[in-house]
C-alpha cells in the first residue's frame, strides 16, 4: 500500500503536474510542476479546493461531477473527453487535458489528477485551421476573380468585335471605352479619345445647328435616345449619318453613374435610300414627259407634214414661202425637243450597235473643239484596250456633244475639257451601292471640266427635265435629261461628280458588247416617188389631223389612200373586196381594237399584205410592253414627209 511520502516523491519525477485529491475536492498533495504551471507559491495549493483552478463558472457544476466520481471512481486516460479549461493564480485560463485515477490510502479514496497544458498545442491546432481556412478563402477568391476575368474577357470581346460603335461615358461626359468600331466610324482612336469630353467631341463633330447640344441635354436628363439621327463630320471633315442610341447607367443605389452610346453608321443605307428615292422620282417624271412628248409628236407631225406641202406649193423666194420656212423651222425644233423629251422617258428609238469608244470620240474632236472654242483645252485621256461598247452611236455623240456644251457654259472664262475612256468591271460590292445599277463589265467615257462645278442641291436636280439654272432663254433644261434617258435606256448607268468651284466629272457607263447585235435591216432611202405604184394603202390613225397629213403625203407620193380614224371601220373594209397592199396604222388606237390586234385580223382577212406600223414610242418600248408582237415595219413619230414615202416604198419594195 502507498503511503503519502512515496506518493510524494513519485510527484518529484513526472513530467506532468499532479495533483492528490480528497473526497471532498480539497487538494491534498500538489507537485512542483503544478505549482509552476498554475504559477502559485509553493505550498499554497495545500487544503485548498480543487475547484479554485478552474475557471469560476465551472465551479459549481463541479462539486456533482467530484462527487460522481468518488461514487464511481475509474481510471480516465489523458485526452479522452477530458478537454478543459484552467485558471491560473493570475486569473489567466489556459486549455488543459486532464487524466483522473482513484488512490486509495488505507480506508481513504483519493483522485490522483494529472494536468497537461496544451494551450501550444492548441494554438498550433488554431493556427493550422485559420491557416487552412484562408487558404480556402483565397482559392474561393482566385476562382471568383478568374470567373470575373472570363466575363470580362468575353464581354471585352463582344465590345470590341462589335460592329456598332460603343462608347461609355462617365456622369460628366469623360470617355471611358471607345471600341473598335468607333474608332472606324469616326476616325478617332481609342487612345485619342478616351478621357476627353464625350459633349465636347460632339460639339466638334456638328454639322446641324444645336444637335450636340440637344444630345447633351436628353442624355443628361436621363433620357434614352433611340435611333436618333445626326450627320456628323469626322476629324477628317468627311461627313458620316449616325444613327445615336444611348442610355444611362446606374449605380446599385440607383444613381446615375454615366451612359453608354452605340454608334451606327448609317451613310449607306441613306445613300441607296436616297438614290432609290431619286431613281423613283425619275421614273415617274419619266411617265408623265413620255406622255407628254406622246401626244406632242402626233401634234408636231400634223405642223412639219402640213408645213412641207405648203412649202413646196409657195413659190420659191416668195414671202409667203418664207413665212412657211420659219414655220417649219420652229416645228423641226420643236420635234428635236420632243426627241430630247422621249429620250429622257427612254422611249426615243435607238439603234443599238457594237461600237469602238475610241474612234467615236476621236472622230468627234474637230466637231467639240469647234464647238468648245479658243478658250477651252481639250485632252484625251483614253486607255488602250478598251471594250467595245453597246450604244446607238449617233445618240451617243449627242450625249457628249450636251456634256461638253454644258462644260463649255460653267468655262465662260476657259479652262480644260478632258475626255476619259475605260474599262470598268462593276462588282456586286460596287453595285451595291446604287439602288439601279446592275453589276458587270461596262465602257466608260467621263467628261471633266475646270468649271463652276454644282452644288448639292443642282446635282441631285441636274437630270430633271426642264431643270436649268441657265437665264431664261438660253438653257432648255433637257441636255442632263437626255443624257440620263439615252444611258438609260442603253441599259448603262450615270453618275455626276462635282464640287462647287472646283469642275464637274459626268461619267458614262455602257454595257460591253459581249456579241455582235442584229443589225436592223438596212433602209434604202427612196427620195422619189415610187414609179411603179398606185398601191392601195389602208391608214388608220384616230388622230384626224394627223391622219388627214398622212393621206396628202401618201397621196401626192401617188398611192391610193383610204383613210380611217377607227379600227372597226378599218376591219369592215379590210373584209370588203378592196385589195390593200399596206396597212399603215397606229399602234396605239384609242377605241376597242388597238394596232397590233388589228394587223393581226387583216393578216388573216388579206393574206400577203404589208404592215407599217407607226408610234410615238420607241419599238424597243413597244416591245417591252409586249405590243409589239406581230411581225412589221415600223415608222417612229413624228416623221418627216419624206421619211413616210420612203419607208411606204420600202414595205412596198419588199414585197416585190
Ligand atoms: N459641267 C457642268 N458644270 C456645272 N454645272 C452643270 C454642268 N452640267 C450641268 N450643270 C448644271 O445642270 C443644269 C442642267 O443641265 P442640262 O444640260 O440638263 O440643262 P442646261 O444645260 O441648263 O440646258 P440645255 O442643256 O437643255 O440647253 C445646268 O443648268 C447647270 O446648272
Ligand atoms: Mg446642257
Given at each position: 500500500m502507498p503511503n503519502m511520502e512515496s506518493v510524494a516523491r513519485f510527484f518529484s519525477v513526472v513530467p506532468d503536474a499532479m495533483i492528490l485529491v480528497d473526497s471532498l475536492g480539497n487538494i491534498v498533495l500538489a507537485n512542483e510542476n503544478t505549482y509552476e504551471l498554475f504559477r502559485y507559491k509553493m505550498g499554497d495549493l495545500g487544503g485548498e479546493p480543487v475547484?479554485?483552478?478552474?475557471?469560476?463558472?465551472?465551479?459549481?457544476?463541479?462539486?456533482?461531477?467530484?462527487?460522481?466520481?468518488?461514487?464511481a471512481p475509474s481510471v480516465r486516460g489523458m485526452g479522452k473527453g477530458m478537454e478543459l479549461s484552467a485558471v491560473r493564480r493570475d486569473g489567466s485560463e489556459f486549455?488543459?487535458?486532464?487524466?483522473?485515477?482513484?488512490?486509495?490510502?488505507?480506508?481513504?479514496?483519493?483522485?490522483?489528477?494529472?494536468?497537461?497544458?496544451?494551450?501550444?498545442?492548441?494554438?498550433?491546432?488554431?493556427?493550422?485551421?485559420?491557416?487552412?481556412?484562408?487558404?480556402?478563402?483565397?482559392?474561393?477568391?482566385?476562382?471568383?476573380a478568374q470567373a470575373l476575368a472570363d466575363r470580362n474577357e468575353a464581354l471585352r470581346a463582344i465590345f470590341e468585335a462589335s460592329p456598332i460603335g460603343i462608347i461609355t461615358a462617365a456622369q460628366d461626359g469623360t470617355i471611358t471605352q471607345w471600341n473598335r468600331a468607333a474608332e472606324r466610324i469616326y476616325g478617332i482612336s481609342s487612345e485619342e479619345a478616351m478621357?476627353?469630353?464625350?459633349?465636347?467631341?460632339?460639339?466638334?463633330?456638328?454639322?446641324?445647328?444645336?444637335?450636340?447640344?440637344?444630345?447633351?441635354?436628353?442624355?443628361?436628363?436621363?433620357?434614352?435616345?433611340?435611333?436618333?439621327?445626326?450627320?456628323?463630320?469626322?476629324?477628317d471633315r468627311k461627313t458620316v449619318e449616325i444613327s445615336l442610341n444611348s442610355a444611362p447607367f446606374h449605380d446599385p443605389l440607383g444613381g446615375n453613374t454615366g451612359f453608354v452610346f452605340l454608334?451606327?453608321?448609317?451613310?449607306?443605307?441613306?445613300?441607296?435610300?436616297?438614290?432609290?428615292?431619286?431613281?423613283?422620282?425619275?421614273?415617274?417624271?419619266?411617265?408623265?414627259?413620255?406622255?407628254?412628248?406622246?401626244?406632242?409628236?402626233n401634234l408636231l407631225s400634223i405642223v412639219i407634214c402640213n408645213l412641207e406641202l405648203l412649202q413646196e406649193r409657195l413659190p420659191a423666194h416668195s414671202e409667203d414661202r418664207e413665212l412657211a420656212d420659219l414655220a417649219l423651222d420652229a416645228g423641226l425644233h420643236g420635234a428635236d425637243l420632243v426627241k430630247q423629251l422621249l429620250a429622257f422617258s427612254?422611249?426615243?428609238?435607238?439603234?443599238?450597235?457594237?461600237?469602238?469608244?475610241?474612234?467615236?470620240?476621236?472622230?468627234?474632236?474637230?466637231?467639240?473643239?469647234?464647238?468648245?472654242?479658243?478658250?477651252i483645252e481639250i485632252v484625251l485621256e483614253m486607255a488602250s484596250g478598251v471594250w467595245p461598247a453597246v450604244a446607238d452611236p449617233v445618240q451617243l455623240q449627242t450625249a457628249l456633244v450636251n456634256l461638253a456644251t454644258n462644260a463649255r457654259d460653267a468655262m465662260a472664262e476657259g479652262g480644260k475639257l478632258v475626255i476619259q475612256t475605260g474599262n470598268a468591271a462593276l462588282d456586286e460590292a460596287y453595285a451595291q451601292q446604287f439602288a439601279d445599277l446592275t453589276p458587270g463589265d461596262y465602257v466608260m467615257v467621263a467628261v471633266t471640266d475646270t468649271g463652276t462645278g454644282m452644288s448639292a442641291e443642282t446635282i441631285e436636280r441636274a437630270f430633271d427635265p426642264f431643270f436649268t439654272t441657265k437665264p431664261a432663254g438660253e438653257g432648255t433644261g433637257l441636255g442632263l435629261s437626255m443624257v440620263f434617258g439615252f444611258v438609260k435606256q442603253s441599259g448603262g448607268h450615270v453618275r455626276i461628280y462635282s464640287e462647287e468651284g472646283h469642275g464637274t466629272t459626268v461619267r458614262l457607263y455602257l454595257p460591253r458588247a459581249t456579241h455582235?447585235?442584229?443589225?436592223?435591216?438596212?433602209?434604202?432611202a427612196l427620195e422619189h416617188k415610187h414609179e411603179a405604184s398606185r398601191a392601195r394603202i389602208l391608214i388608220v390613225e384616230d388622230n384626224m389631223d394627223l391622219a388627214k397629213s398622212a393621206h396628202r403625203v401618201l397621196s401626192e407620193a401617188g398611192y391610193d389612200v383610204t383613210v380611217t380614224t377607227n379600227a372597226g371601220t378599218a376591219l369592215e373594209m379590210l373584209?370588203?373586196?378592196?385589195?390593200?397592199?399596206?396597212?399603215?396604222?397606229?399602234?396605239?388606237?384609242?377605241?376597242?381594237?388597238?394596232?397590233?390586234?388589228?394587223?393581226?385580223?387583216?393578216?388573216?382577212?388579206?393574206?400577203?399584205?404589208?404592215?407599217?406600223?407607226?408610234?410615238?414610242?420607241?419599238?424597243?418600248?413597244?416591245?417591252?410592253?409586249?405590243?409589239?408582237?406581230?411581225?412589221?415595219?415600223?415608222?417612229?413619230?413624228?416623221?418627216?414627209?419624206?421619211?413616210?414615202?420612203?419607208?411606204?416604198?420600202?414595205?412596198?419594195?419588199?414585197?416585190?
Open positions: 475547484a479554485n483552478l478552474l475557471p469560476e463558472r465551472y465551479r459549481a457544476s463541479h462539486g456533482k461531477h467530484l462527487e460522481g466520481y468518488f461514487h486549455h488543459v487535458e486532464i487524466s483522473l485515477s482513484p488512490f486509495r490510502s488505507g480506508e481513504d479514496l483519493f483522485a490522483l489528477a494529472a494536468i497537461r497544458d496544451i494551450s501550444e498545442r492548441k494554438r498550433l491546432e488554431d493556427a493550422r485551421r485559420e491557416s487552412q481556412r484562408q487558404k480556402e478563402i483565397a482559392e474561393e477568391r482566385a476562382q471568383a478621357g476627353t469630353s464625350i459633349w465636347e467631341l460632339n460639339r466638334a463633330m456638328e454639322t446641324e445647328n444645336d444637335s450636340a447640344a440637344v444630345i447633351h441635354a436628353e442624355v443628361s436628363r436621363g433620357q434614352e435616345l433611340r435611333d436618333f439621327q445626326i450627320r456628323q463630320r469626322r476629324k454608334v451606327d453608321d448609317i451613310s449607306e443605307r441613306k445613300t441607296i435610300e436616297q438614290q432609290l428615292r431619286q431613281s423613283q422620282k425619275m421614273e415617274a417624271v419619266g411617265q408623265l414627259t413620255g406622255g407628254i412628248a406622246h401626244d406632242f409628236n427612254r422611249k426615243q428609238n435607238l439603234d443599238p450597235q457594237k461600237i469602238k469608244l475610241n474612234e467615236l470620240v476621236l472622230n468627234m474632236t474637230n466637231l467639240l473643239a469647234r464647238s468648245l472654242g479658243e478658250q455582235e447585235p442584229s443589225k436592223p435591216t438596212p433602209i434604202r373584209r370588203s373586196p378592196t385589195a390593200f397592199d399596206v396597212l399603215f396604222t397606229d399602234i396605239i388606237l384609242t377605241h376597242g381594237t388597238n394596232g397590233i390586234e388589228l394587223a393581226q385580223e387583216a393578216a388573216k382577212l388579206k393574206p400577203g399584205i404589208k404592215i407599217l406600223f407607226s408610234s410615238g414610242f420607241s419599238e424597243a418600248a413597244l416591245r417591252a410592253s409586249g405590243k409589239a408582237a406581230v411581225a412589221g415595219h415600223f415608222i417612229a413619230k413624228p416623221y418627216r414627209k419624206g421619211d413616210l414615202v420612203s419607208r411606204i416604198g420600202s414595205v412596198i419594195e419588199g414585197r416585190r
